[in-house]
């Protein structure tokens, strides 16, 4: 398996699908795709939840996302997919003072080495400068490639959105920086606790590839409760982690994203989990007195 520039691109937005932590849920949560509109909108915005390694044949397919696609006039996402990000994340993953083989216990490196590779067929020892949140979101990348891979040809739904708006000159920005999300998945934890956290992934192979398989087969299902209820099962990750990850970006967001569709419809393509529970994007829209609906496909 080759590593490519999709697998790549993908892992820098990456949301942590490995990511478990207690949250509260809205009750209208079944849905990735939702319309904003009401409080004096003079046209609805539309809110999209991505699953960053699937690829563009899923919105090909269903032409309703398409179609309310074409019907604004800027696309927001996490943050401008382009060709400075993946130097800046590769960059950032990797280890200066230490190697993965001297920070991980044998067993943990061992077992590590050996998923990978079944996964990839490439040796750990060819990252081992790499961070071990790095090696968990390599692979889950792997994993997904494996068992879910993207059509020939395909990219991720994310950098797809981005794409087809800069081809119709929409105006195209990220709620964040490259540097925002480097933070967010290396910076707030120290080389111990990421050792910890993959050491975690690792003894929880089997329960972590089941999960993966379910999060693809929620999100095929259009079932954001169910994604939400899988994420967030257990409490592999601490709160504060998890508002690091999640509610503070959330927060930052909507005061972007209030200001952007007052001025013209906006398409918001972020992560999928950024959308349930009482922080997520769903659930803050109503609050702030927006009418927020559903749409199925």
Same mark, same amino acid.
């Given at each position: ?10 892992? =820098? ?13 809205? !009750? #209208? ?22 699953? /960053? ?8 397919? #269903?032409?309703? $996302?398409?179609?309310? +696609? ?45 998923? @990978?590779?079944?996964? !990839? ?25 494996? #068992? +879910?891979?993207?059509?020939?040809? =395909? ?34 934890? !120290? ?11 690792? /003894?929880?192979?089997?329960?972590? !590839? ?16 169910? $994604? ?21 970006? #959330? ?9 952007? @569709? ?11 989990? /950024? ?23």
């Amino acid at each position: 398996m080759k590593i490519t520039k999709n697998i790549i691109a993908g892992l =820098s937005v990456l949301l942590l699908q490995t990511v478990s932590a207690q949250s509260e849920f809205t !009750s #209208n949560s079944n849905a990735i795709f939702w319309e904003v509109s009401g409080k004096n909108l003079e046209q609805p915005s539309y809110v999209f939840g991505t699953f /960053h390694l699937v690829g563009n044949e899923f919105i090909d397919s #269903n032409a309703v $996302i398409l179609e309310k +696609f074409n019907t604004c006039k800027t696309v927001a996402g996490e943050l401008v997919i382009d060709s400075t990000m993946v130097p800046k994340m590769m960059a950032a993953s990797v280890m200066t003072e230490t190697t993965l083989d001297k920070l991980l216990p044998k067993d943990v490196y061992d077992s590590t080495a050996a998923w @990978m590779k079944e996964l !990839s067929g490439y040796d750990l020892a060819m990252f081992n400068n790499m961070n071990p949140m790095a090696v968990e979101l390599t692979l889950s990348a792997f994993f997904q490639q494996q #068992n +879910f891979p993207m059509l020939e040809g =395909s990219m991720p739904m994310d950098a797809y959105f981005q794409t087809l708006g800069a081809a119709e000159n929409k105006t195209v920005l990220g709620l964040e920086t490259m540097d925002d999300q480097i933070e967010v998945i290396y910076g707030q934890y !120290s080389l111990e606790r990421q050792a910890e956290l993959l050491a975690d992934f690792i /003894h929880r192979k089997a329960e972590m !590839s089941t999960m993966m398989i379910q999060l693809n087969e929620a999100y095929d299902n259009q079932s954001l409760g169910s $994604i939400a209820e899988i994420m967030y099962n257990d409490d592999t990750y601490t709160e504060g982690e998890i508002d690091v990850l999640l509610k503070d970006r #959330n927060d930052r967001w909507m005061k972007q994203l209030t200001s952007l @569709m007052q001025k013209q419809p906006v398409f918001i393509a972020v992560g999928a989990l /950024h959308l349930p529970g009482k922080g997520g994007l769903v659930q803050q829209l109503l609050d702030k007195g927006y009418t927020v609906t559903p749409i199925l496909f």
